[in-house]
């Protein structure tokens, strides 16, 4: 008998469109929000910590999230958190 190997949480899809929040720690200027899907970009200043810049906005596929990721990666940007706020295929 094979035991199947987990593939992590059943709740993470990535199946079509949605409003996502990313949070990297680091600033981030609001110029990059058109190479970032065109996503809100909030920087949070902390005296005694680091930065942190949340991104929100709509991600059309996993294509797309992808991208965003990657950039945030060539940038050496710690995610610390990606959630969805609405899944738009739940909504219609």
């Known amino acids: 008998m094979t035991t199947p ?3 992590g949480p059943k709740d993470i899809e990535f199946g079509g469109p949605a409003i996502y929040r990313i949070v990297v ?3 981030l ?3 990059w929000s058109d190479r970032l899907a065109g996503m ?3 920087t949070t200043s902390r005296w005694d910590k680091p930065s942190l810049t949340t991104l ?5 596929d996993q294509a797309e999230l992808s991208g965003v990721l990657d950039t945030l990666h060539g940038l050496h ?3 610390v958190k990606i959630e969805t706020i ?3 295929g739940e909504s219609q």
Request: glycine residues 18%; hydrophobic residues 25%.
């Open 29 to 31: 200027d609001g110029g």
């Open 25 to 27: 720690r680091g600033q």
């Open 56 to 60: 929100v906005g709509r991600i059309r």
């Open 86 to 88: 609405e899944d738009e």
């Open 40 to 42: 809100e970009i909030t």
């Open 5 to 7: 190997i987990s593939q």
């Open 77 to 79: 940007l710690p995610i």
